[in-house]
T-cell receptor, first 116, second 112 residues
């Protein structure tokens, strides 16, 4: 089983619909992230969470919201989907520990979202 | 925040070594140099990272310039499965991955 699991893998929806993308992890990491990737572009950070009570906006948070239900679960919601939110979405965790000095990121397999 | 510069694409032949360059002229003393790769239809995966000294692991080697303004990811014998987009990014010591920028990376094509 994957350490970072995203559901669904693919989703097609219509403009104006509410959509939730889910991410769960079995790595025991505190830090979790949501990114989006558009064709031919790098990854852009949407939201990140350092623990259950600490949620922060990334560079492109408009139109998105998140919920950190537990250490292992971090959901991304599109309250009213629009076509330019069509993209590949990735969830990631980080093994950062204070005093450790460095960290690595672990990514899920992605959710391809199409908004018609 | 420090940025990295990579060539858009590179090509290699199977079983030959590949050297993927990365420039990071504005790197600070507390930035780790990380490499990730993204295989087709998958999320990025960690490859290797280092601070000052060259590093080796089972996947690759990382050569860091003495002034740390550039680095090179070395795949010793490229295979078809190494065809991917390779990202060079900087992460602050003591955390900072929330600030990192995944650029477009280098798309590596491996020819049989």
């Amino acid at each position: 089983d994957a350490d970072v699991t995203q559901t669904p893998r693919n989703r097609i929806t219509k403009t104006g619909k509410r959509i939730m993308l889910e991410c769960s992890q079995t790595k025991g990491h505190d830090r979790m992230y949501w990114y989006r990737q558009d064709p031919g572009l790098g990854l852009r950070l949407i939201y990140y969470s350092f623990d259950v009570k600490d949620i922060n906006k990334g560079e492109i948070s408009d139109g998105y919201s998140v919920s950190r239900q537990a250490q292992a679960k971090f959901s991304l919601s599109l309250e009213s989907a629009i076509p330019n939110q069509t993209a590949l979405y990735f969830c990631a965790t980080s093994d950062f520990l204070p005093g450790q000095g460095d960290e690595k990121l672990f990514f899920g397999s992605g959710t391809q979202l199409s908004v018609l | 925040d420090a940025k990295t510069t990579q060539p858009n694409s590179m090509e290699s032949n199977e079983e030959e070594p590949v050297h993927l360059p990365c420039n990071h002229s504005t790197i600070s003393g507390t930035d780790y140099i990380h490499w990730y790769r993204q295989l087709p239809s998958q999320g990025p995966e960690y490859v290797i990272h280092g601070l000052t000294s060259n590093v080796n692991n089972r996947m690759a080697s990382l050569a860091i310039a003495e002034d740390r303004k550039s680095s090179t990811l070395i795949l010793h014998r490229a295979t078809l499965r190494d065809a991917a987009v390779y990202y060079c990014i900087l992460i602050l010591t003591q955390g900072g991955s929330e600030k990192l920028v995944f650029g477009k990376g280098t798309k590596l094509t491996v020819n049989p």
